[in-house]
T-cell receptor
């Protein structure tokens, strides 16, 4: 069965601090995809990134970076120099031969 | 940029009433989904739809639920007789091909009284 674990329920940081959101997954599929979605207070789900299981290259997009390590089944998300607008719930999700399975989310609060 | 739209944004209904949640997926997408999120909890898969039929459904998607693609653009979720525990945010999603990213609509917040 597919499973996504986000052990951090809530994180609070002061603006400009760096923060890493952890995601650990379980799957028996040999090919799978990992995702991060952002859910701001308004409630919508905003797609951030998709990663294929065969591509372990880390990715950077502006202040966001992702570290995918198959050896530890982790797909962690780092926000550099956090801003108040980053405050949201962040979901990690997994898809193999099944629909998306979401983690429980990490609520990030960035304090000015 | 194309996006998934959902109507209504909010719906309040009485227990036992039928509700229909509507979605317009991205126009050239072929795979459609409904998910729900009970307040403060994770997003859960309900059903997937492809080629005019249900391709997969979860345990949550019981006989009270149905989906339909009545025309070339809309994708609906019907709850026949709502229960208090159906109160949640319902998200529609679509994607172009099998191993592509799902894009989510803004959600419909359903409150059953």
């Amino acid at each position: 069965a597919q499973k996504v674990t986000q052990a951090q329920t809530e994180i609070s940081v002061v603006e400009k601090e760096d923060v890493t959101l952890d995601c650990v997954y379980e799957t028996r599929d040999t090919t799978y995809y990992l995702f991060w979605y952002k859910q701001p207070p308004s409630g919508e789900l905003v797609f951030l990134i998709r990663r294929n299981s065969f591509d372990e290259q880390n990715e950077i997009s502006g202040r966001y970076s992702w570290n995918f390590q198959k050896s530890t089944s982790s797909f962690n998300f780092t926000i550099t120099a956090s801003q108040v607008v980053d405050s949201a719930v962040y979901f990690c999700a997994l898809s193999g031969n099944t629909p998306l399975v979401f983690g429980k989310g990490t609520r990030l609060s960035v304090i000015a | 940029e194309p996006e998934v739209t959902q109507t209504p944004s909010h719906q309040v209904t009485q227990m036992g009433q039928e509700v229909i949640l509507r979605c317009v997926p991205i126009s050239n997408h072929l795979y459609f989904y409904w998910y729900r999120q009970i307040l403060g909890q994770k997003v859960e898969f309900l059903v997937s739809f492809y080629n005019n039929e249900i391709s997969e459904k979860s345990e949550i998607f019981d006989d009270q639920f149905s989906v339909e693609r009545p025309d070339g653009s809309n994708f609906t979720l019907k709850i026949r007789s709502t229960k208090l525990e159906d109160s949640a945010m319902y998200f529609c999603a679509s994607k172009l091909r099998e191993r592509e990213t799902q894009y989510f609509g803004p959600g419909t917040r359903l409150l059953v009284l």
